[in-house]
């Protein structure tokens, strides 16, 4: 995995995500597959090596920024806390995993899976297949909601390359938020460094009341970009 330390995710106060490290920019569609969800490739997005997304919800070049946070008196205050994942997030145990949870959700559905939800396959996870389904449902989500755990403690996690995924949702008809993978470091408008995780999804909507971070608000609100 590469060297993380290059890659940089700033939040300006009231404005946009400021990315550097040259870090790789993609559109990701959300695709049911009978109960479950995959990740389908979109279009293609200009690269550079630092770019600037939007935060705001309101630019007319989404994903980047066109300064429309300017105009538009866009309150970017981050109201997510600042506790660690592992204070954070509750346990659920099961005779084969346990799964922790930390109720930060993006909304994007692949905790459920063609045989159940994470939660009742970690609940049933004695069964081998339920185990396995139970994991799957905990890696695939993209906001880091949810991590199993094995018996031993170990947290259970896919080995991401840096990078940062665009989502579109036209199942529920909506833009979704901006997957960030590969334990991208994420500074806040004040210069806090957020812990740093494999998966985080943040909000460019505009409307979230965990900001930085996606609570699943682009879907009642019909959020679609430009």
């Known amino acids: 995995m590469e060297n993380t330390k290059k890659f940089k995710i700033r939040i300006k106060k009231n404005g946009g995500y400021l ?13 049911p597959k009978g109960l479950e969800y995959e990740f389908k490739d979109g279009r293609e ?15 007319k070049t989404a994903p980047f920024c066109d300064n429309a946070h300017e105009k538009n008196g866009f309150d970017g205050t981050e109201t997510a806390s600042r506790l660690k994942y592992q204070k954070r997030a ?12 930390d109720h ?27 185990r396995e389904e139970a994991i799957i449902a905990a890696v695939e989500c993209p906001a880091g ?5 094995d018996k031993a403690g170990n947290a259970i996690e896919p080995e991401y390359e840096p990078s940062i995924s665009i989502i579109q949702d036209p199942e529920k008809r909506v833009s979704g938020g901006i997957f960030v993978k590969g334990n991208i470091p994420i500074v806040s408008s004040d210069g806090h460094n957020y812990e740093i995780r494999n ?19 682009h879907i009642p609100i019909k959020f679609l970009d430009k």
């Open 145 to 149: 909601r949810l991590v199993a755990i």
């Open 199 to 217: 998966r985080v999804v943040l909000c460019r909507c505009g409307k979230s009341k965990n900001k930085p971070f996606c609570d699943g608000t």
């Open 19 to 31: 990315v550097s490290g040259n870090l790789p920019l993609v559109e990701k569609i959300i695709t």
């Open 45 to 59: 997005l200009p690269q550079a090596a630092e770019y600037e997304l939007c935060r705001c919800g309101k630019s």
């Open 90 to 101: 509750e346990v659920l145990e099961g005779p084969g995993l346990d799964l922790m949870d």
């Open 104 to 130: 930060r959700c993006a909304l994007a559905r692949f905790c459920h899976r063609n045989d159940g939800h994470a939660w009742w396959l970690t609940k049933n996870s004695d069964d081998p297949k339920n």
